[in-house]
């Protein structure tokens, strides 16, 4: 079946500025979209999510972009923080199916 | 609420014994899933409940694996046997109802697998 695909990249940054992670997905059906945050030794921790009839949606210091043109997804964290640090993934999922995860993408936030 | 809970937190076995991974969900939430996490293949579902009934077992790698949830606050996951490339980081997760699966999921903190 078609998947949520990542390069994995490693993203570092430095405490205070922004961080945009990206993510591509793939099935052109998926209509509901969700960043997870998983520190090391924890579960994945729900962020933010965001359904195809919208663009853009804002959280606490988060906000997801959806481009549904390229099937392109992103996370923006303003002010990152040492908190930060963590794999991050994106999945995707349509109407009465099940989720999609990508395989993440590692955070590191440089003092 | 305490979350979803899983137990126990680690496991180790040797090849060939009988594995089971508990999990109990959030008080209320209707749906119930099992993933498995490793670093080759990332996040995979294995397979979800709703109101106690499995939907799609088609993540269950093979039969060696089997899930049964007895009432709306349990749910196992059993290996038996297990497997080196069993090991792994379980994750049970569970959502409210909305209709449908497509609905936010609370992750438990996982069981970290290792068969020697």
């Known amino acids: 079946g078609e998947s949520v695909g990542l390069h994995l990249p490693t993203l570092s940054v430095q405490e205070g500025d922004n961080s945009i992670i990206n993510c591509a997905y793939s099935?052109?059906?998926?209509?509901?979209f969700i960043w997870y945050k998983q520190e090391s030794g924890k579960g994945p921790q729900f962020i933010i999510d965001?359904?195809?009839?919208?663009d853009k949606r804002q959280g606490q210091r988060v906000t997801v972009l959806l481009n549904k043109t390229v099937k392109h997804l992103s996370l923006q964290i303003a002010a990152t923080q040492p908190g930060d640090s963590a794999v991050y993934f994106c999945?995707?999922?349509?109407?009465?199916?099940?989720?999609?995860f990508g395989p993440g993408t590692r955070l590191s936030v440089l003092p | 609420d305490a979350g979803v809970i899983q137990s126990p937190r680690h496991e180790v076995t040797e090849m060939g014994q009988e594995v089971t991974l508990r999990c109990k969900p959030i008080?209320?939430?209707?749906?119930l899933f099992w993933y498995r996490q490793t670093m080759m293949r990332g996040l995979e579902l294995l397979i979800y409940?709703?109101?106690?009934?499995?939907?799609?077992d088609s993540g269950m790698p093979e039969d060696r694996f089997s899930a049964k949830m007895p009432n709306a606050s349990f749910s196992t996951l059993k290996i038996q046997p297990s497997e080196p490339r069993d090991s792994a980081v379980y994750f049970c997760?569970?959502?409210?109802?909305?209709?449908?699966?497509?609905?936010?999921?609370?992750f438990g903190p996982g069981t970290r697998l290792l068969v020697l």
């Open positions: 997760a569970s959502s409210p109802n909305s209709g449908s699966a497509q609905e936010t999921q609370y």
């Open positions: 099935n052109s059906a998926s209509d509901y």
């Open positions: 965001i359904r195809s009839n919208m």
């Open positions: 999945a995707e999922a349509n109407y009465g199916q099940n989720f999609v």
């Open positions: 008080s209320g939430h209707d749906y």
């Open positions: 409940f709703n109101n106690n009934v499995p939907i799609d």
